[in-house]
């Protein structure tokens, strides 16, 4: 029959089920509940989550937001609920209450109290749904104990309390109660950080708009600032709105701004520098809709992290106008740009403040390199000092120390020549000299030391921070390569004549670029930069 009128209602169990696999990890989860209550206006939100002794888990959710009516509870408990009033709210698709719970429990409660002064209960129990399979959402009686604790908050006024029973996918089975007990504490603590970086902007006082306590199991979360704003060196090298012409022909914007972190040996105390989590998985946008943190730690597809890079971090933020432009998903947990806004950021906007990250980590490599290489060369000068006077094959005669003019003495004759003349910054370094650049950017260079023919090393060097430094503490290795540049240096002054030493000269500037080239490519290694 043409044009019949088809209505297909979706089936219960099936649905449930298939919604407890979108994807969301726990602490994504508890976030959109959170969400929830910040949409509600609450000050005060507090989760609370128990393990008895035998593994079972309940979480409680209250807050003291603004509260509902029973149909509100309904309207709240259906999957795909009506829009809310307010467009900025952090409620975005009526999803995220079921999903993100049914995604570890089972049973989900919710008991709420608005102004008409009376206590409402509805709950989701998925295996009541399997067994009947129908639509039907309960209406269990309300504990003492719940009441107690949604009271705690709301102080007998309005506010709301989420339940999880049943939760079966929130920890794996445990042999001992010893190791469930420390796996249980661990998710605790990895939701207080969570909670402290997607609401610093509400936690944060110094921020202006909506601000609330957010609690842990009765620890109040501090929030924690990606930017190190308070840091005296941390600097803003750019920040831009840029505007976003929208399909309905409104125009809308967005604010990047560019944060260069401070080195580790910058920070203002060894707190600070901790709490700052430098790493290369925590680089890149940080980005916000209506303040809420909702993706963080790549560069959204402009370039793969990169440890250069590692100190700069950009803050992204735009209000809820922009996401429809921005393609926001269920779990509010990423953006897509467009081409036109993608392109512009990584070429305009990202290029310059790139730049000024990988100098500022060159500096802070440069000097942590050298910091390990100053007594990594002490075996090399041991070792070569006991068998220099058996392998040189020349002398050298200091003419002019202050003008580094020495006359050398080989199997071709005697030569003037210039030659750099020191004297040793410590004892027994005279001859492998670790120094913080050669002209040139030369690796290596004949030196005399203490009148000893010795070999300067230039740690600023790329062949020296990506291959000697993961060798710095393994002296054979650094005796071994040591060596091999001290003889190279010796071999040039026993053979080095009027006509030949320019081109020693151009040798060691062709040997240097190319190792430069050579190595440019490779991984920087892994140094603790934690003694700076």
């Not at 992290?305 to 590692?310: A, F, G, R, T, Y």
Request: with cysteine.
């Amino acid at each position: 029959m043409e044009n019949e009128k088809i209505i297909l209602t979706p089936d219960p169990a099936r649905v449930m089920e298939g919604l407890r696999d979108t994807g969301y990890d726990f602490n994504t989860a508890l976030a959109d509940l959170v969400d929830n209550s910040i949409a509600a206006f609450a000050t005060v939100v507090k989760v609370k989550i128990d393990m008895d002794p035998d593994g079972e888990i309940r979480l409680y959710i209250a807050d003291n937001g603004c509260g509902m009516d029973m149909e509100g509870l309904k309207n709240a408990m259906r999957y795909g609920s009506a829009r809310r009033a307010d467009a900025s709210s952090l409620g975005k698709f009526g999803l995220g209450l079921k999903t993100a719970s049914t995604a570890f429990c089972r049973c989900l409660s919710v008991i709420s109290k608005n102004n008409d002064c009376n206590y409402h209960k509805v709950q989701w129990d998925l295996d009541e749904v399997c067994l009947r399979n129908e639509w039907e959402l309960l209406t269990p009686e309300i504990d003492d104990d719940e009441i107690d604790i949604l009271e705690d908050v709301s102080e007998g006024g309005q506010g709301t309390l989420v339940i999880w029973e049943k939760v079966d996918r929130l920890m794996k089975n445990y042999k001992y109660d010893a190791s469930r007990r420390n796996a249980f504490d661990k998710i605790i603590e990895k939701l207080r950080q969570h909670f402290g970086m997607v609401y610093q902007r509400y936690l944060d006082s110094s921020f202006d708009g909506q601000h609330i306590d957010l609690y842990v199991n009765e620890e109040l979360v501090e929030p924690w600032d990606p930017f190190c704003r308070d840091e005296a060196c941390t600097k803003v090298l750019a920040e831009e709105n840029v505007k976003v012409q929208l399909d309905n022909g409104k125009t809308s914007s967005f604010k990047v701004t560019a944060y260069l972190l401070p080195r580790v040996d910058q920070f203002s105390s060894p707190i600070a520098k901790a709490k700052a989590k430098i790493s290369n998985d925590l680089e890149g946008f940080y980005v916000y809709r209506e303040n809420r943190l909702i993706h963080c730690g790549d560069w959204l597809g402009m370039f793969v992290n990169d440890p250069h890079i590692s100190l700069l971090r950009v803050s992204f933020s735009f209000d809820h106008t922009l996401d429809e432009a921005f393609n926001v998903d269920i779990k509010k947990s990423r953006i897509l740009l467009n081409e036109g806004i993608f392109d512009y950021i990584k070429e305009n906007f990202i290029p310059a403040p790139r730049r000024a990250a990988q100098d500022l980590y060159r500096v802070g490599r440069t000097k942590t390199v050298q910091q390990g290489g100053q007594s990594a060369h002490d075996q090399s000068n041991n070792n070569i000092e006991d068998k220099a006077k058996k392998v040189e094959e020349s002398k050298v005669e200091i003419i002019d120390a202050a003008a580094n003019k020495v006359a050398i003495t080989n199997k071709e004759g005697t030569f003037t020549a210039t030659l750099k003349i020191q004297t040793s910054k410590k004892p027994g370094e005279t001859r492998v000299i670790p120094v913080d650049a050669i002209d040139e950017g030369q690796l290596w260079e004949p030196r005399i030391v203490d009148g000893k023919h010795a070999v300067a090393i230039n740690q600023s060097h790329e062949y020296y921070s990506k291959v000697y430094a993961p060798l710095l503490g393994k002296p054979a290795l650094i005796t071994g390569m040591d060596a091999l540049l001290w003889a190279l240096a010796e071999a040039e002054m026993s053979t080095i004549n009027d006509e030949v030493k320019e081109q020693y000269e151009d040798m060691r500037n062709i040997v240097s670029r190319i190792l430069k080239k050579l190595v440019r490519d490779l991984a920087d290694p892994e140094l603790d930069e934690t003694e700076e």
